[in-house]
């Protein structure tokens, strides 16, 4: 889902948060226009703007898990986990977690990664949205709704603050809806 099909056409809130991204070309890598929401984050109208959209977006969706990615995802996810009464569950990067594990390997747009979650921390039954800051090839939340989904939870939708148009990662979400606040912007925007 884009910013045009996403409910919010005529939204003033989506031009203040794109416009608090920060592009920061040839990041981490030659090639990369990097969005950075660090920026968003320093404004509290922007931030609260996001969060609430997205507390309006799950509020009434009987979801009982917001799971969050490592490390963008934990910016916004427990924000709206507490304002919709679920509970907030952190994906994380390898070798983070304490307990007894279960993890998923994916390809990056710069490299590999692995994101892993605590066996119990969700249950069959639960119903879950998985939350970050962006989505670009759709490899890390794809990993994400796999590891719910081998835990026994439904994932009921992926919510990003950030799509590339292409979304080549709709075919990789396994058919998820993606609720994406605003596309990625370009150094011109800036
Ligand atoms: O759709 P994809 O191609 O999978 O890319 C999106 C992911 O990449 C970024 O995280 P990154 O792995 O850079 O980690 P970080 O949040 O720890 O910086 C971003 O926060 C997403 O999690
Ligand atoms: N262009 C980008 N900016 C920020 N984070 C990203 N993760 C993957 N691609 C990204």
Same mark, same amino acid.
């Given at each position: 889902?884009?910013?045009?099909?996403?409910?919010?056409?005529?939204?003033?809130?989506?031009?203040?948060?794109?416009?608090?991204?920060?592009?920061?070309?040839?990041?981490?890598?030659?090639?990369?226009?990097?969005?950075?929401?660090?920026?968003?984050?320093?404004?509290?109208?922007?931030?609260?703007?996001?969060?609430?959209?997205?507390?309006?977006?799950?509020?009434?969706?009987?979801?009982?898990?917001?799971?969050? @990615? +490592?490390?963008?995802?934990?910016?916004?996810? !427990?924000? *709206?986990?507490?304002? =919709?009464?679920? %509970?907030?569950? $952190? #994906?994380?990067?390898?070798?983070?977690?304490?307990?007894?594990?279960?993890?998923?390997?994916?390809?990056?747009?710069?490299?590999?990664?692995?994101?892993?979650?605590?066996?119990?921390?969700?249950?069959?039954?639960?119903?879950?949205?998985?939350?970050?800051?962006?989505?670009?090839?759709?490899?890390?939340?794809?990993?994400?709704?796999?590891?719910?989904?081998?835990?026994?939870?439904?994932? @009921? +939708?992926?919510?990003?603050?950030?799509?590339? !148009?292409? *979304?080549?990662?709709? =075919?990789?979400? %396994?058919?998820? $809806? #993606?609720?994406?606040?605003?596309?990625?912007?370009?150094?011109?925007?800036?």
């Amino acid at each position: 889902m884009f910013a045009a099909e996403n409910g919010l056409k005529g939204d003033p809130r989506l031009q203040g948060i794109s416009q608090a991204i920060r592009v920061v070309p040839d990041f981490p890598k030659p090639g990369i226009m990097f969005q950075d929401i660090t920026t968003l984050l320093l404004n509290h109208k922007v931030f609260k703007d996001t969060v609430d959209i997205f507390v309006d977006r799950y509020k009434d969706m009987d979801i009982s898990v917001v799971a969050g @990615i +490592e490390a963008r995802g934990f910016m916004f996810g !427990p924000s *709206v986990a507490l304002a =919709i009464g679920a %509970k907030f569950v $952190p #994906l994380r990067k390898p070798g983070k977690l304490p307990g007894k594990i279960i993890s998923e390997s994916y390809e990056l747009e710069y490299g590999k990664d692995c994101l892993e979650i605590h066996v119990g921390a969700v249950q069959q039954g639960d119903k879950a949205v998985v939350i970050d800051d962006l989505v670009a090839t759709g490899g890390t939340l794809s990993a994400a709704i796999k590891l719910l989904e081998r835990m026994g939870a439904e994932v @009921i +939708e992926c919510g990003c603050v950030i799509g590339v !148009p292409e *979304v080549k990662g709709q =075919i990789r979400l %396994k058919g998820k $809806p #993606l609720y994406i606040l605003v596309e990625p912007r370009e150094l011109e925007d800036c």
